[in-house]
C-alpha cells in the first residue's frame, strides 16, 4: 500500500515511524539503492516531488487490526509534533 503525505520529508518520516517500530519504505524493495522518485508514482501521473512524498506500507497474513491502530495512532502522533 503507498501513502502519499503532502509536504512531508519521506525519508525523515521513515526514520521516524522506524524508532518507533514501525518499518516502511520510500521505494520499492528493487529500487532501494535508486535516488530517483518511484516511477510506478510517476507513472500514476504525479509529480517528482509527490513521488518523494510517498511511503510504502507492506501488509501481510500476520498483520493484526492491533498493528493497525498502532501505525495510525504513530502517523498521527507524528504529523502533529
Known sequence: MNVSI?????EFFVLQLDARGIFVSTRSAC???DEAP?????SLGKSAT?????????????TTQKDL?????????????
Open 6 to 10: 503532502k509536504g512531508i520529508d519521506n
Open 31 to 33: 529500487k532501494i539503492n
Open 38 to 42: 518511484s516511477h510506478v508514482i510517476l
Open 50 to 62: 509527490e513521488a518523494r512524498e510517498s511511503i510504502r506500507f507492506s501488509l501481510g497474513r500476520t
Open 69 to 81: 491502530d498502532y501505525t495510525v495512532g504513530v502517523i498521527k502522533k507524528i504529523l502533529e509534533s
